[in-house]
């Protein structure tokens, strides 16, 4: 059974157009985060949601917005994509504190 | 604020080689501090973690660490690998406080490549 999973795994999309990044965790946690890795590997994060509320908000264009509509569920929606935006980005979970966080397996995100 | 420095970009070794990432971190506090692999278009996997106790962690795979903290290091070692360890090593760390929520802060990582 996959603990976190992602979709789409592949996303090519014009300059300005509007996309979303679904996330699922079934491990029961209740911290959930998006990461973004940039071309030279380099990861940093972007948000993190506690029991659907915001925690984390890194410096983060307000173009990006997540939402989680549940526990178990971070969405990652991205309004007027930009060539910058090109990425793979990572959702992860945990339970709440330090613990570890458990990775999906990316979305590559090319803006053409 | 967190910090995470990788030495090594990239390492080319020959199977049955000895392997040691270097990595060290900068926090005002107490750190928890995670080795995750990257293995080739894959997602990323905890090798292993600190978070108190024995400062010598043993990993999956054959890897181990040791969090010296006089020197802000966890260093992962692996005494003999293999062709498919061959992936992207990332160090993290957290504030053990759980300050700023669970805030991974990862180094640049370090490219090993295993020759047959």
């Known amino acids: 059974d996959t603990a976190v999973s992602q979709t789409p795994k592949y996303l090519v999309t014009q300059m300005g157009n509007d996309k979303s990044i679904k996330c699922e965790q079934n491990?029961?946690?209740?911290?959930m985060y998006w990461y973004k890795q940039d071309s030279k590997k380099f990861l940093k994060i972007m948000f993190s949601y506690n029991n659907k509320e915001l925690i984390i908000n890194e410096t983060v264009p307000n173009r990006f917005s997540p939402k989680s509509p549940d526990k178990a569920h971070l969405n990652l929606h991205i309004n007027s994509l930009e060539l910058g935006d090109s990425a793979v980005y990572f959702c992860?979970?945990?339970?709440?504190?330090?613990?570890?966080?458990?990775f999906g397996p990316g979305t590559r995100l090319t803006v053409l | 604020a967190q910090s995470v420095s990788q030495h090594n970009h990239h390492v080319i070794l020959s199977e049955a080689a000895s392997l040691e990432l270097g990595c060290n971190y900068s926090y005002g506090g107490t750190v928890n501090l995670f080795w995750y692999v990257q293995y080739p278009g894959q997602h990323l996997q905890l090798l292993l973690k600190?978070?108190?106790?024995?400062?010598l962690v043993k990993g999956i795979k054959g890897f181990e660490a040791e969090f010296i903290k006089s020197k802000f290091s966890f260093n992962l070692r692996k005494p003999s690998v293999q062709w498919s360890d061959t992936a992207e090593y990332f160090c993290?760390?957290?504030?053990?406080?759980?300050?700023?929520?669970?805030?991974?802060?990862f180094g640049g990582g370090t490219r090993v490549l295993v020759k047959p």
């Open positions: 993290a760390v957290n504030a053990a406080s759980g300050a700023a929520g669970n805030k991974l802060t």
């Open positions: 992860a979970s945990s339970r709440y504190g330090t613990d570890t966080q458990y």
């Open positions: 600190y978070f108190s106790g024995d400062p």
């Open positions: 491990l029961g946690h209740d911290t």
